[in-house]
Every structure is written in C-alpha cells, then in structure tokens.
C-alpha cells in the first residue's frame, strides 16, 4: 500500500470513529430526554406560595392539607406568618387551594405567629389546634379552632387559649406551648401532645377544647427540638419529631399512647436551606406519605428557613414497623 493510500484508509477510519462518536451522544440526549421526560418535578408541592409545618388529614376521599404561610420577605431573617392555609387533592401531585381559612386575628386574645398547627375531625366537626404568642399572657400558647367543613371557615373555639405559658413548667422558656399534635386512639380518648425542648401531652374532653387532666412530660424523646407527630399503624404508635437544631426529624415507637417510648433514630435528613423539618405522616389510599418542608424552592422564589416550601415523598415501613429513611427527592409523587 502507498503512503497516499494509508492516509485515505485513516481518513476513512476517522469519519467511522466520528460519526459514532455522535451516535453514541445523540443516544445519550435522547435517553437522557426520555428519563427527565417520564417523571415530572413536583416538589414542592405549591410554589406560588410560601408553606411551612404541614398537617394532613383524609377526609371523604379527599386529602386536605393544612400549612402555615411563610410571609418573610427575602431580607427578612425570622419569621413572619400571620395566617395558616388548607389545600385540597385526590391524587397528592394536584393540590385545590381554598379561601384562607384562618388567621392570628381570628383569635382575639393572640397578638402574632401562625405557627405549627393540626387539624382532626371528630363527629363531623373539624378541630384546629394552632400555635400563636398570646397578647397578654407572656409566651407563645395553643388555641382551637372549629368548623364543620374540613375548609373551613374555622371560628375560635372556646374564646381564650387552651394552653398558656403559665401552664407549663419544665422549662424556663416562653417558647415550649407550641407545635401541637393532636390524636384519637381507638377507644375515642383524644391526646394533644405539643412542645418545645421539652415534649408534653394531656388527654382532652370529649368536648376536644379542654384538657381532661394533668400535662404530662413524654420520656426517651433524645434531642427533642419540636414537631411532634403522633401517628399508629397496626398495633405500633409512633411519635415523630425534629430533632437537634438544625434539625432533623427523629422518631420512637410504643405499644401505648402513653409510653414508654422507644427511639427509633433518624427518619429525615437536614430539608435543604431549612434550619427547620416539620413533619405530617398520612396513609392515603393504602399509601403511606411523609409530607415535610423544605428551603429549596427554585429562584427566583428564593427559599430559605423563613421562606419554606411543602415536599412530599413515599415512606416505606419494614416488616418489624420501623419505619425507613425517607429519600427526599425532587420528583415527589407522580400522577
Ligand atoms: O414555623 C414556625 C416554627 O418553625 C414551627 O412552629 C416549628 O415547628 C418550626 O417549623
């Protein structure tokens, strides 16, 4: 062979290599189009608002999900929540929102924070127990709110909080009153557990707006922070919480309401740009769900610790009940 035809058999060889080259890139885009293509990215789950601390209930086939609304502006570094909201959906990826249900100044004795808050049905009227700072009584405090529509509108139930600083003393702070959850055990007794540092819960009447009883300090919460979630699945109750600070979500298991509680360990990872986790736990349709918030909108929404947004992914029990690590992901719940 010459030289002059060596060169053409190289140059013929380097248009092979070439266009396979490209082949092989156009394959890629292509699959790498097809992955994006079949799941869509639907955390969070509303972003043309701020959401924070999530609550959900089933209600007639239909998940109502209760947030409070993060109002800070982009140079405001705490938080400024004057109102709670409630969202409504039949598949958990499509979310109704409804007229805002409730506000701080539907409660005439709080002056500010629309905190945590948790909403339970019991004989066709709806309870909303929520986190405000009381306006007389130094502290944050709980009160509730009623209605006989899951969308309210909700009406301040009993006229002046149903916890107040005052009430509890295991800890110094003005801050402990706040993140109420609220559980009915199968024998119908309903229990509020709520807390800040420290982890209380009491019984309710069968009136749900006042205490029946002592309050109570839960035991074995290790680095309790807030957020309390009671939830029970078979014959196991769970208590969730967040954890440390930043925080984390934790969680312990008992055979009873009241304990003694087992921890369990990590449920939840750090919610990215959220130096808060808040969590709701719901089963729907056979489906277990972990519904949580996060820090991480998009810009140009700008998320951050006071500007929250709530995500949902799938949580998966082991067979002993333990629950497993949620894997928080941008794609959420598909369709
Ligand atoms: O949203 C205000 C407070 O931040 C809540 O009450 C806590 O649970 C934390 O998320």
Known sequence: ??????????????????????????DNQAAETASTKEMDIN???????????????????????????????????FYKMNEWLVFSST???????HPVPLKVKDFAWAKADAWAAEVIEKDGKFYWYVTVEHATNPGKAIGVAVSDSPVGPFKDAIGAALITNDMTKA???????????VFIDDDGQAYLFWGNTVC????LKDNMVELDGEIMVVEGLPKFTEAPWIHKKDDWYYLSYAYQFPEKTAYAMSKSITGPWEFKGILNELAGNSNTNHQAIIEYKDVPYFI????????????????????????????????????????????
């Open 171 to 181: 800890t110094e702070i003005g801050w402990d009153d706040i993140d109420p959850t």
């Open 1 to 26: 062979m010459t030289i002059r035809n060596y060169q053409v058999v190289l140059i013929m060889l380097m248009m092979v290599f070439q266009s396979c080259e490209t082949a092989q890139k156009a």
């Open 43 to 77: 955390n969070p789950v509303i972003t043309h608002k701020f959401t924070a601390d999530p609550a959900a209930i089933v209600h007639n086939d239909t998940v109502y999900l209760y947030t409070g609304h993060d109002e800070a502006e982009i140079d405001f570094h």
């Open 292 to 335: 949580y918030h996060t820090g991480g909108i998009e810009a140009p929404n700008f998320g951050g610790s006071f500007r929250r947004s709530v995500c949902i992914d799938r949580l998966f029990y082991n067979e002993d009940g333990t629950m497993q690590r949620v894997e928080m992901t941008s794609e959420g719940i598909q369709k």
């Open 91 to 97: 598949n958990m990826v499509d979310w109704t929102e």
């Open 200 to 203: 209380y819960y009491a019984k």
